[in-house]
Structure formats: C-alpha cells, structure tokens
C-alpha cells in the first residue's frame, strides 16, 4: 500500500468512527429527553404536580375579570386552600398593613381596608414569581428583589382591586368599603 491509500484508508476509519459515535450520542439524548418527559407526564397525572386550578376564585381580583385568590404557579408551589383576609389598620391618616410573601403567595391575599383614606401595604422581600407586585389599577409595579416595598396608594373609592405577581401567576385583591 502507498502512503496516500494508507491515509485515506485512516481517513475514512477516523470518518466512520466520528459518526457512529455522533449518532451514539444523539440517540442517548433522545432517549433521556424522552425519558424525562414521560416522567413528568406521569407525575402530572398522579397529582403530585400543584394545580393551580383547584384554587379558589375571587371576583375581581384581576381588572376585568377573575383571579385566583390563593396564587400558585409552578415555580413558587402552592398557595393555600381558602381565602386569608387581612385588615389594614389606621395609624394616624393612612391605613397600614403587611404582606407576607416568603411561603410563595401573598399572606393575606385578601386585603380590607376603608374607603376615602391612603393605604400603605408594605411587602416583604419577593423572589422567583413574587419578585415583582404590580397594582395595574394604579400603574403600581414595584421590585421586591431588594428587601422589599411599600405601595402607596391614594385614598380610594369602595370596590375590588386586582394585584399580582410580575408574571400574573399569584394573586391577591384589594377590597375597599
């Protein structure tokens, strides 16, 4: 054999040998992709998954529509099963209260406060889908990435206000009579 047969004939090894083990590779990854996604597909059918479904509803606690009261997504779990209400308390002129969101909902998610006098909700630190409230109503979006925020509202007429994550996944209402 001559030097140039015996390179090609290398050539062609190394060639064949570069695409059995290309097409070795791309078969495990197909096979783990669908591994994984018949895993998921069976948890989500065992219920193991949070349904964000089986929350209960709130009127209003969206604008123009229906919310969920209790917030869950999955990124941040679930909420909880009914309703926690909580009162905005009058210190001087303002009403004041404090929303919890470490447990990945809003603690109360249902806030009560009177109508013709400023509220001030104050929020602790958010991450993930609580990373951000927004008050659409009110054009209030605030980052609590950094320790948390105060939302300020002005004194409000009576009716039902929507607020929400920054990715409109968990959700809470502002009721005002």
């Known amino acids: 054999m001559t030097d140039k047969s015996q390179e090609?004939?290398?050539?062609?090894?190394?060639?064949?040998?570069?695409?059995?083990?290309?097409i070795l590779i791309a078969a495990a990854v197909v096979f783990a992709f669908g591994a994984a996604y018949s895993y998921a597909a069976q948890r989500a059918g065992s219920g193991e998954v949070a349904q964000a479904d089986a929350l209960p509803y709130v009127e209003g606690s969206v604008p123009g529509g229906t919310g969920q009261a209790g917030g869950a997504c999955?990124?941040?779990?679930?909420?909880?099963s009914e309703p926690i209400e909580g009162s905005a308390t009058l210190g001087g002129d303002v009403q004041r209260i404090a929303v919890d969101v470490s447990g990945g909902y809003?603690?109360?998610?249902?806030?009560n406060a009177k109508a013709g006098v400023p509220i001030e909700i104050t929020f602790n630190e958010g991450a993930g889908c609580l990373a951000e409230v927004q008050f659409p109503d009110f054009g209030v979006f605030e980052d609590l990435t950094g320790g948390g925020a105060v939302v300020k509202l002005p004194a409000l007429e009576a009716g039902t206000y929507g607020f929400s994550c920054g990715m409109q996944m968990v959700f809470g209402t502002l009721v005002v009579e």
């Open 74 to 80: 999955a990124c941040c779990g679930g909420g909880p």
């Open 8 to 22: 090609s004939a290398i050539s062609q090894t190394y060639s064949a040998s570069s695409r059995t083990k290309f």
């Open 106 to 111: 809003y603690d109360p998610n249902i806030i």
